[in-house]
C-alpha cells in the first residue's frame, strides 16, 4: 500500500484532463447500445406489432450481462488470461456487431417476404450478444476504475448516466428529419443505428488510446502488481458488511425495470403523441436519471439507512403506475405519466449513486474495490429481477 501512494504522489499529470475524457466516453460507450435497442421502440413495434419487443429484450440483455458479470467473478475479477484491454476490445467490437445487426436484418429480411419469427429470432439473438457484451465491458471497465484514483471512476458513472440523454436526443433527431411513414421510419432507424455504432466505434479507439498516456501508464504498473480480489470467502466477508446498501440497490432496480422500458413504451398509450409517446417518455426518464446522479455532486446523503427506506418506499410506483393505466380517465391522461416517470427516473438515478458512493464508504479501504463491485453485481440481480417482473403487467 506504501507503494501505491508513492506512486500516486509520483503520478503524471493528466494533461488537458484525456484520460478522464476517455473514461467518460468509455461509461456512455457501455450503454449506448442498450440505450439504443430500448429508444428505438416504434421501429421495433412497426417490424414486430405482435411480439412484446420490449420486455423480451430486457430480459435477454440483462439476464446475459448479469451472467457474464457472475463469472467473471467467480474466475476471479482480475484474470489473467485475458487482459483488460483485450476484454474490452473485444467488447465494443461485440456490441458494434449486434447494434448493426438491426438494420442488416431489416435489409436483408424484409418485412413480409420472409418468416417474421425467423428474423425476430435473429434480432433477439443479437440482443443476447450485446447483453454478454455489455457484462464483459462494464465488469472490466469498473474493475479497473476501481483501482485508479476516484475522478475516474466518478467519469464512468457520469458517463453511463449521459448515454441515455445522448441516445434519446439521437433518436428524436433521425426520427423528425425524415417523413413519418413506415419507409421513413425504416430510413431513420437504419441512420440511427449507424450513428451509434460510430460512436462505440470511437469508444473502442479511445479504449486503445488510454494506454498510450503517461498517465495510465503509470497506474497501470501499479494496477498489475495487485493480487485478485476475489476469493468466496472474502467476497462472503465484504457482502455481508454491505447487505443492506446491496439490497436496496436490488429493489431500485426491481422497482424500475419492472416499469421502465418494457411497461411505459408497450402498456402506455396517447391518441396525441402516438409514436412519439414511448420515444417521449423514455427520454423524460434519462434526462431524470441523469438529473438524479448529477445531484449527489451538490448534495450527497450520508446515510445508508434512510436511503434504504427510500428504496422501500419506491414500491409506490406500483400502484401509481397501475392507476395510469387502469384508473380513472384523468390519471390516464399524458401529464400525470410524464410526472411519475421524471420521478421513476430522478429517484432511480439519485439513490443509485449514494448507495454505489456510500457502500465501499462502509468498508476498511483494502476492501472497497470488492464492494464497489459486489454492488453493481446485485444491481445486476435487480435488472434482472425487474425484468422478469415486467411481464406481469400483461396480466
Known amino acids: 500500500m506504501v507503494d501505491g501512494e508513492k506512486g500516486l504522489d ?7 484532463r484525456v484520460a478522464y475524457i476517455v473514461h467518460f466516453l468509455l461509461g456512455a460507450g457501455s450503454l449506448v447500445p442498450w440505450n439504443s435497442l430500448i429508444t428505438a421502440v416504434d421501429y421495433f413495434g412497426y417490424l414486430y406489432p405482435e411480439k412484446h419487443v420490449e420486455k423480451t429484450f430486457t430480459v435477454a440483455y440483462m439476464s446475459c450481462s448479469v451472467l ?16 483488460y484491454r483485450l476484454r474490452m476490445n473485444l467488447g465494443f467490437a461485440m ?17 413480409g417476404e420472409r418468416d417474421e419469427n425467423v428474423s425476430y429470432i435473429l434480432t433477439v439473438g443479437s440482443v ?12 472490466s471497465l469498473i474493475g479497473s476504475a476501481g483501482k485508479l484514483p476516484k475522478q475516474y471512476m466518478q467519469a464512468v458513472f457520469a458517463g453511463t448516466a449521459s448515454s441515455g440523454v445522448i441516445v434519446s436526443v439521437l433518436r428524436i433527431t433521425t426520427k423528425a428529419s425524415l417523413p413519418q411513414t413506415p419507409q421513413g421510419l425504416r430510413a431513420s432507424a437504419h441512420f440511427y443505428f449507424i450513428v451509434s455504432s460510430t460512436i462505440l466505434f470511437c469508444c473502442f479507439l479511445c479504449n486503445n488510446l488510454l494506454y498510450k498516456l503517461p498517465v495510465m501508464q503509470h497506474h497501470n504498473k501499479l494496477l498489475f502488481r495487485d493480487e485478485p480480489l476475489c ?34 413504451a408497450e402498456n402506455l398509450k396517447s391518441r396525441l403523441l402516438q409514436s412519439w409517446y414511448p420515444i417521449m417518455l423514455i427520454t423524460v426518464y434519462n434526462i431524470s436519471d441523469f438529473v438524479g446522479k448529477s445531484l449527489t455532486a451538490l448534495y450527497l446523503w ?9 428504496c422501500v418506499a419506491r414500491l409506490l410506483f406500483y400502484p401509481l403506475f397501475s392507476a395510469c393505466l387502469r384508473g380513472p380517465e384523468w390519471l390516464r391522461t399524458e401529464i400525470p405519466v410524464v410526472v411519475l416517470t421524471f420521478l421513476l427516473g430522478l429517484t432511480n438515478g439519485y439513490l443509485t449513486s449514494v448507495l454505489m458512493i456510500m457502500a465501499p464508504k462502509s468498508v476498511p479501504a483494502a476492501e472497497a474495490e470488492l464492494a464497489a463491485i459486489l454492488m453493481v453485481a446485485f444491481l445486476g440481480v435487480g435488472l434482472v429481477s425487474g425484468s422478469v417482473l415486467g411481464w406481469v403487467w400483461l396480466i
Open 10 to 16: 509520483d503520478e503524471p499529470r493528466d494533461t488537458y
Open 68 to 83: 457474464v458479470l457472475f463469472v467473471m467473478m467467480s474466475c476471479g475479477f482480475c484474470t489473467t488470461r485475458l487482459s
Open 95 to 111: 456490441f458494434i456487431a449486434s447494434v448493426m445487426a438491426s438494420p442488416i436484418i431489416d435489409w436483408t429480411w424484409k418485412k
Open 128 to 139: 443476447v450478444l450485446c447483453g454478454l457484451a455489455d457484462g464483459l465491458v462494464g465488469g
Open 231 to 264: 476469493s468466496t470467502t472474502r467476497i462472503w466477508e465484504v457482502g455481508k458488511k454491505i447487505r443492506w446498501p446491496a439490497s436496496a440497490i436490488t429493489m431500485i432496480y426491481t422497482v424500475t425495470l419492472s416499469i421502465f422500458p418494457g411497461f411505459i
Open 302 to 310: 450520508q446515510s445508508i439507512k434512510n436511503a434504504t427506506w427510500a
